[in-house]
């Protein structure tokens, strides 16, 4: 017996078809759904553990500038440490210059050199005085020259003849020379190291 079909068989094989077809975009479309959810809980992800990693970085920093703040302040409580410390040694190396610049005058001074004022500012001494010769100054310089551990650089000022009024038991007025000199004083390390230095400051 012959069996002949006559359903549209046709539109049935294309409303499969087009189920497939429609089975499939909703396959593709989950599937790419997933993985975009995937990448974006992936990028979420990443971007807490770099937020994390920032706040971090920010909290070290700000530690770090707290200790730079902390060293720059003990740096310069170092330093004024330091200058207070070379002030008091300084103090310490110059409180006996006035004794050694009087006993080297004293020593240095010839005969017939009489000092009448010594003046100090810093390391210069302004010396003035009387001579009763100018070879008696000349012989104050050398000595200065050649023999001081303390002084040095003495030189000529200026020099003049004077007449001193004539005094009770004199027949005639004395002509003397004032005279003003002008000369360094070392530094007590360098003059510790000079000529005869440790003997005379001893």
Partial sequence: MIRINLL?????????????????????AAAGSMIVG??????????????ARNSLLRTEMGLLELQIKDIAHLRAEIAGLKSRQAAVEELQLNRNLPVHLLDQLVRLCPDGVYLSSLKQTESLVLLTGL?????????????????????????????????LPIAAGLREQRRLYEFALRVAVKPPAAAASGPGGGRKAA
């Avoid at 189920?19 to 396959?27: A, P, V, Y």
């Avoid at 995937?38 to 937020?51: D, E, K, N």
């Fill in 131 to 163: 001579a009763q010769t100018n070879e008696r100054v000349s012989e104050f310089l050398r000595n200065t020259q050649n023999n001081s551990a303390w002084l040095d650089g003495m030189e000529l000022v200026e020099i003049k003849a004077v007449l």
């Fill in 38 to 51: 995937l990448w974006f809980g992936g990028v979420q992800r990443l971007s807490q553990i770099q937020l």
């Fill in 8 to 28: 549209p068989h046709r539109e049935a094989r294309r409303r499969q078809r087009q189920r497939r077809f429609f089975i499939g975009i909703g396959l593709a």
